[in-house]
């Protein structure tokens, strides 16, 4: 059988550029290069290098057998590293329930740290709306949950303030009614609503408008605002280029063109969290901190 030693002296071998080199770069003597190589080709009963000059070069066999040492090389590598991890704590996957209300790029950011500091943990972000992220929790489908609201028997620590503004696009009729609008003026127009992921079927924002489009997903009632398809409550955070290119405009209402909700941190075994869920958690942290300081 072929040991990973000899594959590593194989490649090794082609990396330096022969068997003096590999010997150097594997802090091993040139001989016990030489046997690894006919060991290799004694188990497979092939030659993986032939003499070419003064030079050992890769034979068409040798040459397939290279590309797939490589590959198993790293493979080891990464498994290595892994057990090494795994056997510091360090959990395997970690899921994350995350409300389209926060800005996903400052998540995203968070996790791309994450991952590059801890590569052999895998990371599942779902996203969820209202009473989704309650449900995440209490079925235990996520380690991090991010949400408006903090289910009883959790404990979570507050992120960051979402403010909301009531917008539509320029030329949607309730910016042509020349005056400051109220209750009945919006009733009378199509409220986009961003439906429930959980199974509550909660209805949060809906002023009862006799006209309704409902989206699955806050970016395509956005998408559907810009078209001039109807006016809805936005995070501001969410809609910001929107608003500095002018395709959406703030209505100007008697009262509630402006609400906030605050987000929440929530792990789901609390202070028993793992350290990579705890290490994730305080990166989105520290990334919501940064932007406040600027």
């Not at 609390?270 to 990334?287: M, N, V």
């Amino acid at each position: 059988m072929v040991t990973l030693e000899q594959w590593q002296c194989l490649v090794a071998i082609v990396d330096s550029g022969g068997y003096a080199a590999a010997a150097e770069v594997l802090n091993k003597s040139q001989s016990s290069i030489s046997y690894a190589i006919q060991k290799l080709e004694g188990s497979l009963d092939l030659r993986a290098f032939k003499i070419d000059g003064r030079k050992a070069v890769l034979t068409p066999v040798g040459q397939t057998l290279y590309r797939r040492a490589k590959v198993l090389l790293e493979e080891a590598q990464q498994m290595e590293s892994m057990a090494l991890q795994f056997s510091a704590g360090m959990e395997a996957e970690i899921k994350i329930a995350m409300d389209t209300l926060f800005p996903d790029w400052l998540l995203l950011e968070a996790v791309q740290t994450f991952m590059t500091e801890n590569p052999m943990t895998r990371v599942e972000l779902q996203e969820t709306v209202l009473s989704g992220s309650d449900e995440a929790l209490l079925k235990k489908e996520a380690d991090i949950v991010i949400s408006g609201r903090i289910p009883p028997g959790f404990l979570g620590d507050p992120l960051m303030q979402v403010t909301f503004r009531a917008v539509a696009a320029p030329d949607h009729a309730l910016h042509q009614v020349g005056r400051t609008l109220d209750y009945q003026d919006l009733r009378l127009h199509r409220q986009l609503v961003v439906k429930d992921s959980g199974s509550r079927g909660t209805d949060s924002g809906w002023l009862g408008a006799q006209q309704r489009l409902t989206l699955s997903h806050i970016n395509t009632s956005v998408r559907c605002a810009v078209l001039g398809l109807g006016y809805a409550w936005f995070p501001v955070l969410k809609i910001q280029n929107e608003l500095e290119q002018g395709v959406l405009k703030p209505l100007s209402l008697v009262s509630g063109g402006e609400r906030s909700v605050e987000l929440y941190l929530i792990y789901r075994d609390g202070h028993y969290a793992g350290p990579g869920t705890k290490q994730l958690g305080q990166l989105i942290k520290d990334k919501i901190a940064k932007i406040s300081v600027e």
